[in-house]
């Protein structure tokens, strides 16, 4: 499988943003609410996107998205799949605000009738993508068999990516000073909390397309990461999201 499709606006990219908004992303991270650093990490990365559309004047519709914010339910912040430059025309996306549990299992399945629904006109798109924001274990049912499910379905570009962002202290065994330098999270990393060893499995290998894309904007994360990330810091926060808009183009 190549992933090597690029988003244009006749064959535009599918990311679906999955993020918990659960009643501890009130907790603080470098001084600041778990929630309104992922809040302002998420218009940046549309803004980039919008950025990355942009011919002349005019956003092209080169990327299609769904953010879609959980607790104990799944709230759709923008009504569907959206194509980037309606998004662009709307200002900017609705704030996130803290809920109370975290059904995880419940968020992928939305993801996953996304999926079902949007595949059969993606044959000669870029392979979707699921972004999804966590900082604690989930309540409910088990998400990993989910998201086994959405990792096997494909499209001739290849099968849909995961992509993992922990939002806590504990993700890994000593905090990464250098995301620059930083060389990604490997399937035998080792991590002490076992929560994100399950993370792990549930994230794809980035691939190539991906890992050239990020090359040049300065990182060196080596091949055959994970798309996962340990977000310690909001420096991680900003490289996981980067990272799910590297779409070749």
């Not at 606006?9 to 501890?24: H, M």
């Not at 953010?67 to 104990?72: E, N, T």
């Not at 890992?211 to 798309?227: D, T």
């Amino acid at each position: 499988m190549s992933y090597t499709v690029q988003a244009t606006g006749s064959t535009p990219a599918l990311l679906i943003y999955l993020i918990d908004i659960s009643g501890s992303m009130t907790l603080e991270l470098e001084g600041q609410r778990r929630m309104d650093i992922v809040n302002e990490g998420l218009q940046t990365i549309i803004r980039q996107i919008v950025y990355r559309a942009t011919k002349g004047s005019k956003v092209s519709p080169r990327y299609r998205i769904a953010i879609l914010a959980y607790s104990d339910e799944v709230y759709d912040l923008l009504d569907g799949v959206k194509s980037i430059d309606r998004i662009a025309n709307r200002g900017s996306v609705p704030p996130l605000y803290p809920k109370r549990f975290t059904d995880t299992a419940k968020a992928f399945k939305q993801a996953e009738k996304i999926l079902q629904s949007e595949l059969r006109n993606m044959e000669h798109c870029p392979a979707p993508l699921i972004c999804h924001m966590t900082d604690g274990i989930y309540t409910g049912e088990d998400p990993e068999p989910i998201v086994e499910r959405i990792k096997a379905m494909s499209i001739p570009d290849g099968q849909v990516l995961v992509e993992n962002i922990f939002i806590t202290e504990d993700a890994s065994t000593s905090r990464i000073r250098d995301t620059r330098a930083w060389k990604g999270m490997m399937p035998d990393s080792f991590v002490v909390d076992p929560y994100s060893e399950k993370l792990k499995r549930m994230s794809s290998i980035i691939p190539e397309s991906y890992r050239e894309m990020m090359m040049e904007s300065g990182y060196s994360v080596q091949k055959g990461a994970l798309m996962m990330l340990p977000g310690t810091s909001k420096d991680l926060i900003s490289l996981g999201l980067q990272m799910s808009a590297s779409t070749p183009m």
